[in-house]
Every structure is written in C-alpha cells, then in structure tokens.
C-alpha cells in the first residue's frame, strides 16, 4: 500500500475549489514591497484551481501553471484581466525562456518540487534580481494530526503523513544560490462548517493515499469526530502560522 503523500489533486478538485481558502493580504504586500517593477510579470507555480493566481491578478500580470488538467480546467472557469494564462507543465519542464518573469511564486506547493532541477529551472526563468517567493500554511495545535488518526482509526490502516519534517525551505533557497533571503510569518485562524471541513479533509495529500473502498467508513468517521468538535467547543477552528520566503535571483 502507498503511504507516500500524492501531490494528485484533480480527483478531488471540487472539494479543493470550496474548502481552500485564500491567503492572508499580508502576505501580498509583502510580496509587493519586493518586486520594484512597476507592472511585474509572475508566474504562479503549482497553482490549483487559481485561488491565488486571482490574488497576485490584483497587482500585477500573471501566468498560472499546474500539472493537473482538471485543476486547470477549474482555474480558467474564472476570468481576470491580468490574467494572462494558464500553462500545462511541472516544475523541472517550464516551457517559458530564459530571463522572462519578475517574480516566481508557489502557495503551498513548493514541497513537491524541491529538487535541484526544479529550482534550477525556476531560477532560469527568473529575470537577473527576481524574486522567488513561497508562502504556505502550517496548522497548530494538533489540527492535521486529529483528523489523521481519525481517518487510520477508522480504516484500521496506515495512511500517509503529512509534508516531511525535512522540508526546510529556507534552506533549500540558500542551498540553492538565492541572495538576500527574508522570511516572515503571521497568525491566522481559519473557520469551517461541517460540510466545508468536510472537504477540505479530502484537498489534502493524505487523502489520496486513503484507499477508495474505505473513504465512506473514513468520512462517517470524521463527521462524528467533527460533530464532537463543534459540540465541546461551539466552532471548528484552524489556527495557523502562515509563512513566507523570499530570496532574489
């Protein structure tokens, strides 16, 4: 049995599109306060269904990029004039010249393409001072943990864990040659119905690794745990640290 997380989300991209939520305007501005171009070009790496594709649209010109087709095919139901489009292509196979983007940017995807090739190919596409950012949201207080075990109690088999422990980006970009690294962070809760936690349960990597014929037991299994939630603490609350990485080509 696979318990590696899968990064295959177009199985269950209507459940992505409902329950992902979008980032913090925080984290845009800092952003902004990077990028001296004053109509900046940017890709959005590892976009999803475009939730914050549409939110770098607001200051400037972007192009999308995912490797899943029915993410994709979400992404572009919605319109924005900066938007400039939405590209079929992984990480290490960027189909775009050299020297071309002001900005990379990857929200809560960067660690499925860590890899040297990876991160070579980004740089490339970097124009010489441009800014690769990454932003991601990290759960407190034992929230992933809870619907985990919930999920292996039920099932009566392991699943996959969540994002390694290895996973340092801060790292990998100074491995990686980026100048002058900066790194922020800010607090966030996040509040969810049942049917919305619901789904969002099923956006995340584990639950690909959840095997077909045992998602029905696992889903009662985690309406109840949810029901207990909302029950003992009147709300079902994600408390986060959201983080961002910033470092220049």
């Not at 139901?77 to 020297?99: E, G, M, Q, S, T």
């Not at 619907?147 to 699943?159: F, L, M, W």
Request: charged share 30%; glycine share 8%.
């Amino acid at each position: 049995m696979n318990t590696k997380p899968s990064g295959r989300f177009g199985e269950f991209v209507k459940q992505y599109e409902k329950a992902r939520r979008p980032y913090p305007a925080k984290v845009f501005k800092f952003l902004k306060s990077l990028i001296k171009t004053e109509r900046p070009l940017i890709l959005d790496l590892g976009c999803g269904t475009g939730i914050s594709t549409r939110q770098l649209a607001k200051f400037s010109d972007v192009v999308g990029v995912d490797p899943d087709p029915k993410m994709l095919k979400a992404a572009k139901a919605y319109r924005a004039p900066r938007i400039k489009r939405y590209v079929l292509a992984k990480a290490n196979k960027l189909p775009f010249k050299d020297n071309t983007f002001d900005a990379v940017t990857a929200f809560s995807a960067f660690h499925w393409f860590t890899d040297k090739n990876s991160v070579g190919k980004i740089k490339r596409i970097l124009k010489p001072g441009g800014i690769f950012f990454v932003s991601g949201k990290v759960g407190v207080r034992n929230w992933g943990m809870g619907h985990r075990s919930t999920i292996v109690k039920a099932i009566g088999r392991e699943i996959a864990q969540f994002v390694s422990p290895m996973y340092k980006p801060f790292e990998i970009f100074r491995k990686n040659g980026f100048k002058d690294i900066k790194r922020k962070h800010w607090r966030k809760s996040e509040f969810f119905s049942i049917g919305r936690v619901m789904q969002y349960v099923q956006s995340v990597s584990i639950w690909n690794s959840v095997p077909k014929h045992l998602r029905s037991i696992a889903l009662d299994a985690l309406e109840k745990y949810y029901n207990n939630m909302l029950k003992r603490r009147g709300k079902i609350e994600r408390r986060l640290k959201v983080y961002a990485i910033a470092g220049k080509k």
